[in-house]
């Protein structure tokens, strides 16, 4: 593995003489340990922000279908209920509507979709077979996920040496984390500039055995709780959803649009069946 900036000359070295030491052995496994995690939590920090991005997406647009089939189920079970008068018939009645729930606000259903009319353009076409614009990229773009990429690996918390550095770094990731989760090229890039004129990262300076055992066990639980992390995201219903079309995940959420509208164009045909003499 290159060595970091900073550290060239360090145990390790040929012609070192104690390079061979077993805490210098160590010393590299933790270095290695070190930027092994910082990898893995750069890759499950971006499947997060494509998996928050999807789950958005995914209410904001589909929300309204998945409203408009709930009622249909209930006003389709009160029909029949209707028409029978069986105590079966009406106990499922009840149980449809109590499935329906209130409409949250038009605010945060629709958000952007809400013009001086009511329901806008795009969110009118949801329910009908009229086309629509295709939704925004769940994904931050590639320039970004670079430039995310990159200010990890160069300051990322687990590289400070001191709490005072950690805490600087811990700031300063915590701004990047929100600049990638909105796609903020440009933010990104003049976070890269603050990073390259601020203090130079320290070097790693070998500690004790004890200290480098601490330090690898440490590392091992941070693992294990990303590794859990990782699992709940990829086990989550937007996360399964994800997996399905890693590569175009505004597709998939074209294609469940297609079959919400399927399903209400069934149930409508149910329901007025049932309100036919």
């Given at each position: ?5 900073g550290?060239?000359g360090?145990?390790g070295d040929?012609?070192d ?6 805490e210098?052995?160590l ?21 997060r ?7 958005r ?51 945060e ?5 809400m013009?001086s009319?009511?329901?806008?353009d795009?969110a009118?076409?949801?329910?009908t077979?009229r ?13 970004v996920r670079?430039?995310?990429?990159e ?8 590289l ?5 550095e950690?805490?600087?770094r ?10 990638y989760?909105r ?7 003049e ?6 004129a601020?203090?130079a ?15 690898l ?5 941070r693992?294990?709780l ?18 399905m ?10 294609e ?13 045909a ?8």
């Amino acid at each position: 593995m290159p060595s970091a900036p900073g550290e060239s000359g360090g145990p390790g070295d040929s012609g070192d003489s104690g390079a061979d030491r077993p805490e210098a052995r160590l010393e590299r496994a933790v270095r290695a340990a070190e930027q092994a995690l910082i990898e893995f939590e750069i890759a499950v920090e971006t499947f997060r922000v494509e998996v928050e991005n999807f789950s958005r997406l995914h209410h904001q647009k589909l929300g309204p279908m998945y409203s408009r089939l709930d009622e249909l189920d209930a006003l389709i079970a009160e029909a029949k209920a209707a028409r029978t008068g069986d105590p079966e018939d009406l106990r499922r009645a009840g149980e449809a509507r109590a499935l329906v729930m209130p409409m949250p606000g038009v605010d945060e259903l629709f958000h952007d979709w809400m013009d001086s009319d009511g329901i806008s353009d795009d969110a009118g076409a949801m329910l009908t077979d009229r086309p629509v614009r295709p939704p925004q990229r769940v994904r931050p773009s590639e320039e970004v996920r670079r430039l995310y990429r990159e200010l990890v690996r160069q300051a990322h918390p687990d590289l400070a040496q001191d709490e005072v550095e950690r805490e600087r770094r811990d700031a300063f990731i915590a701004r990047v984390n929100a600049a990638y989760g909105r796609g903020e090229e440009q933010q990104l890039r003049e976070l890269a500039e603050e990073w390259a004129a601020g203090p130079a990262p320290e070097r790693a300076v070998p500690g004790e055995s004890e200290e480098l055992y601490a330090r690898l066990e440490w590392l091992s639980r941070r693992k294990e709780l990303l590794s859990l992390v990782a699992k709940d995201l990829e086990d989550s219903a937007i996360g399964s959803m994800l997996r399905m079309a890693p590569e175009d995940p505004d597709r998939l959420l074209e294609e469940i649009a297609e079959q919400l509208l399927a399903q209400v164009s069934a149930r409508e045909a149910e329901l007025a069946g049932l309100a036919a003499p």
